[in-house]
């Protein structure tokens, strides 16, 4: 009996290999090769606070992601609230329809964002039929084209991620706070938006990085006006060739993703520590 454990134990780690051989060629042999890279110039690390130039786009881009994340959180929570209390028939079509982005390029979508706010698009179009505004207003070339198309691709991830840490709440507790005689509105606010604390934290912070690297839809939607972090590091390897300040880019950009990933999951954990203890 040891002897079957031991070999199912040993051939469960083999299972493992393909998938931990993955990581190390396409995950950590080039993160590897970034931080290789940066360290061989390390006067880079100072060039990017030196220049206000760096921490000015690094700051418009957690400006731009910031707006993201709020756009997405004010649109998805109500949304994932419906889906929460919706039959199960409407929930299946809903989930469909939020998925259904993912089954399009990122490229194709940020296009059709393009061709939406343009000043002869399809928005312009339908206000200046209505009556609403009299000239055609610049949608695209600039932060509000940026958020948009960002806040659109981002939007199913809020969403999902919420959806699923509000299934995990005992609605009992509504109950009984009603019949306590709180009003539904109140036991909405007191008792259902406090336990969903911790999803919108982690709703967010997944928003919020995947935001601030984003390459393609600020490219196409923000021109060289919305620079982002990402952005300037293409500027550096593909365009100037610097590729060991591009790297140092890079490095900055993955330690800053990291800090936050940490700060996110400690204010969580003390989040929910707090919950059990009340």
Not at 35 to 62: C, G, H, K
Request: glycine share 6%; proline share 4%; with cysteine.
């Amino acid at each position: 009996m040891a002897h079957a454990s031991a070999y199912g134990s040993r051939g469960g780690s083999l299972l493992l290999l393909p998938a931990i051989g993955y990581l190390c060629l396409f995950f950590f042999l080039p993160i590897a090769f970034l931080l290789l890279q940066s360290a061989l110039v390390p006067q880079n690390y100072l060039r990017i606070f030196r220049e206000d130039v760096y921490l000015d786009v690094m700051y418009r881009t957690a400006k731009m992601s910031l707006a993201v994340t709020g756009v997405c959180l004010v649109l998805g929570y109500p949304f994932a609230y419906f889906m929460l209390t919706a039959p199960q028939r409407v929930i299946n079509v809903v989930v469909g329809v939020v998925t259904l982005p993912f089954w399009t390029s990122i490229l194709v979508r940020s296009y059709a964002w393009l061709v939406l706010l343009q000043r002869e698009g399809v928005v312009n179009r339908a206000l200046l039929s209505l009556g609403i505004i009299h000239h055609p207003l610049k949608l695209v070339y600039n932060i509000v084209g940026v958020i948009c198309g960002i806040s659109y691709i981002m939007l199913p991830y809020m969403i999902l991620v919420l959806y699923a840490s509000m299934r995990n709440i005992d609605f009992q507790l509504i109950v009984v706070a009603r019949s306590l005689g709180a009003t539904r509105l109140r036991a909405f606010y007191k008792i259902f938006v406090p336990l969903t604390a911790a999803g919108v934290m982690g709703a967010c912070s997944l928003v919020f990085i995947l935001s601030f690297g984003y390459f393609i839809t600020p490219a196409l939607l923000g021109g060289r006006e919305q620079t982002t972090f990402s952005m300037l590091i293409d500027i550096q390897m593909n365009q100037l060739l610097d590729w060991k300040f591009g790297a140092t880019l890079s490095v900055v950009l993955l330690l800053v993703i990291v800090f936050l990933v940490l700060v996110v999951r400690r204010i969580v954990r003390v989040e929910r520590s707090v919950q059990w203890i009340q």
